[in-house]
């Protein structure tokens, strides 16, 4: 793979309150066309081909856009070993067969966000629900590579059916997502609508052992919404052999790798982004084609074991949050290395049997603690104009769940897309002081607020006052000898449109016709009596609706 990112497209993620013309204004400019992911406020820009990195730099830092990023490669984390039988060391090491007591995941999806899983696996078929291949927006989620099935066997193979392998939760379903190309790269979009599709199809987890996705602002917004739904996302720490400067996150469990001895393996990448630690070495799980099985190493197994832990966590106690589940899984890790959270196990190595004891006897305690707010930008006293980007700065000790933008006790923008940011129209607001307030609220529904009072100052648009008169004319007659029946026809045009125009029609200053339009006609019967022969003036006003008037006349000679 020699490309670090997709040709031809970005992914953005506008302000909250941006006006869509807006927004598309902006890409238009780049000849870009959005695609919305899901039900986020995430979009995939379609570009030019061998634009997308120009058009990156211009729009990375544009101030009504919360970011744009380019649509990176990111590999599987794997190191295939020898097929050779060796026995599952992992499951006691972590006290599976403690928690197995408990509950083995029924109930709980897990999202395999990889290169497809086989569906004909004895080992899987049974448990895989409908998923969706995001790399070709189709139904076929067959595996290309083999990477997702061995995944997919490590967090879920079936548990007590008497063959092959048994997953850490072996009652979950899988849902298989592929999310790659034929040689199993992904990509930030790829993974991005992976995640938002298994929030909004009912998985519980999502596991994406793919390297630095942490880096994305796109797949840490994705992940912050799936833990809004009330799910998480595993992730693997990757095989770089060294210490890596991936984002720390809290939006998603990235995890390292450890041995048979609960030592870190040399392969597995760390760094101040690892959460926790969880077996990676010689995994023996499910092999794409032919129901086969294999042993396998990499964070690439680790991350799914992990997965498999929370799915336990989860079916032994349903109520437990997102952040319930994150805080018991931290609490009960077994710690390795030095006190408390580091680089190379985070807060230490996966123990399934502590996590699902804890989970199983945790009772949630009501949380009335309200998120704090602060508005960055633009400052208290500030003057502002047009299209103003609403910086804010917002904590909360369990999860957020929205934030409102207030404009003079008027609700003007609601943002649910983590990190929080608007732009606000002013053009539509009086000049003069005016309010902004920000609300939050966190997922307990406690809500707090912060406000500034600026000063809009929009160019004022002097009212439009209509001095030009209408552009009237006499089509027929036309100066000269005139007789019998004499078809009469004016017209007129007003810079304020035909409709406000006033016809009328005189014949030596008597008035003759009237009417409202751009034309009027009568028959004068110049044989009538009281019309003498000789020298007559037909004049034609036009007054539109300010009031302005204007007149012509032309003068013809009635003869026998």
């Keep these: 793979m020699n490309e670090e990112w997709a040709r031809g497209r970005i992914l953005v993620m506008p302000r909250a309150g941006l006006p869509a013309h807006v927004f598309a204004s902006i890409l238009k400019e780049h000849d870009g066309k959005a695609r919305k992911i899901g039900q986020s406020n995430l979009y995939v820009v379609a570009l030019p081909e061998y634009t997308e990195e120009g058009v990156h730099t211009r729009l990375e830092h544009h101030p009504h856009l919360k970011f744009a990023e380019l649509d990176r490669v990111v590999i599987p984390a794997l190191i295939p070993n020898d097929p050779v039988y060796i026995n599952e060391w992992h499951p006691p090491k972590i006290g599976a067969p403690s928690a197995w007591n408990i509950t083995q995941g029924n109930g709980i999806a897990i999202a395999i966000l990889d290169s497809?899983?086989?569906?004909?696996?004895?080992?899987?078929?049974?448990?895989?629900?409908?998923?969706?291949?995001?790399?070709?927006n189709n139904s076929d989620t067959s595996d290309v590579v083999g990477h997702g099935t061995s995944v997919a066997g490590t967090a879920a193979a079936i548990s007590n059916n008497s063959i092959g392998v048994a997953g850490v939760a072996g009652q979950s379903r899988i849902m298989p997502l592929q999310a790659t190309d034929t040689m199993g790269y992904g990509y930030y979009s790829t993974i991005s609508q992976g995640i938002t599709f298994a929030a909004d199809h009912g998985a519980r987890i999502v596991n994406a052992s793919f390297v630095g996705i942490t880096s994305s602002p796109s797949v840490q917004s994705a992940a912050q919404y799936m833990k809004d739904k009330g799910g998480l996302v595993t992730t693997s720490a990757g095989n770089t052999f060294g210490n890596e400067n991936f984002a720390i996150t809290t939006t998603m469990i990235p995890v390292s790798a450890t041995d048979i001895n609960d030592v870190k393996t040399n392969f597995s990448s760390y760094g101040d982004f690892v959460a926790l630690a969880a077996p990676g070495d010689g995994i023996w799980t499910t092999r794409w084609g032919g129901g086969n099985y294999w042993s396998v190493s990499g964070t690439s197994f680790a991350s799914p074991i992990t997965a498999g832990v929370i799915a336990l966590m989860m079916a032994a106690n349903p109520q437990l949050s997102s952040n319930d589940i994150e805080n018991l899984l931290f609490a009960t890790a077994v710690d390795l290395g030095t006190p408390g959270r580091d680089p190379y196990y985070g807060y230490g190595r996966v123990d399934a049997a502590a996590a699902v004891h804890a989970a199983l006897n945790f009772i949630p305690e009501a949380d009335t603690e309200s998120p704090?707010?602060?508005?960055?930008?633009?400052?208290?006293?500030?003057?502002?104009?047009?299209?103003?980007?609403?910086?804010?700065e917002v904590m909360d000790n369990i999860g957020l769940d929205r934030a409102e933008l207030w404009v003079n006790n008027s609700n003007v923008a609601v943002d649910t897309s983590p990190p929080f940011a608007f732009s606000w129209d002013s053009s539509g607001t009086a000049n003069g002081k005016t309010d902004l307030v920000v609300r939050v609220f966190d997922t307990a529904n406690n809500t707090t607020s912060s406000r500034v009072q600026v000063t809009v100052d929009n160019p004022v648009q002097q009212p439009f006052v209509d001095t030009a008169p209408p552009v009237v004319e006499i089509i027929n007659p036309i100066a000269g000898n005139v007789s019998g029946n004499v078809a009469i026809s004016i017209s007129a045009s007003d810079n304020s449109g035909a409709a406000g125009i006033t016809l009328s029609i005189y014949i030596d200053n008597v008035l003759k016709a009237t009417g409202n339009g751009s034309t009027l006609g009568m028959?004068?019967?110049?044989?009538?009596?009281?019309?003498?022969?000789?020298?007559?003036?037909?004049?034609?006003?036009?007054?539109?609706?300010?009031?302005?008037?204007?007149?012509?006349?032309?003068?013809?000679?009635?003869?026998?």
Excluded: M
Excluded at 372 to 392: E, R
Excluded at 543 to 553: F, I, P, V
């Design 372 to 392: 704090s707010v602060s508005i960055l930008d633009p400052l208290d006293g500030a003057t502002v104009t047009g299209l103003v980007p609403v910086d804010i």
């Design 523 to 560: 028959n004068w019967n110049t044989r009538s009596k009281g019309t003498k022969l000789g020298t007559h003036t037909i004049q034609a006003i036009a007054k539109d609706a300010a009031g302005n008037t204007r007149a012509t006349h032309v003068s013809v000679n009635v003869v026998k």
């Design 116 to 136: 497809g899983v086989d569906n004909s696996h004895p080992d899987l078929a049974s448990r895989i629900v409908p998923g969706w291949n995001l790399y070709d």
